[in-house]
């Protein structure tokens, strides 16, 4: 499988393993699979820890470093058709950060790890 971790699915990973459900856990610990994050989660997360809104563990840096070697982590980059992705969708969540992981997951035909109910009313594969 090919996931993509939503922004809270990381942050948990790192701070919070057990508020993730146990096929998550060893979804991401399988070697089979591959694990994305997004730099939109990446630029939310910068964005949430300057506004005093997130506290990690460690810096972000060495976070996203440590769940890189940990857990096999991918960056994935925002691409040009990523963003055009967003023109087909439809209004149900009007988070630009989470509207852009959707359109990443419809373009790259992910899985989006999400605890998130807005995210499930769109036609993707979601996993929790």
Partial sequence: MRLLLDTHAFIWLDIATSRLS???QQAIKDPQNDI???LASVWEMQ???QLGKLQLDSTLPI???SQQQTNGIQLLP????HILGLGHLPY???DPFDR???AQTQVENLTLVTNDPKIHQYQINILW
């Fill in 22 to 24: 146990t096929t998550i």
């Fill in 100 to 102: 852009l992981l959707i």
């Fill in 36 to 38: 994305y994050l997004s």
């Fill in 47 to 49: 964005i949430k820890i």
């Fill in 63 to 65: 976070t996203l470093t």
């Fill in 92 to 94: 149900h969540h009007h």
């Fill in 78 to 81: 925002i691409r040009l058709d």
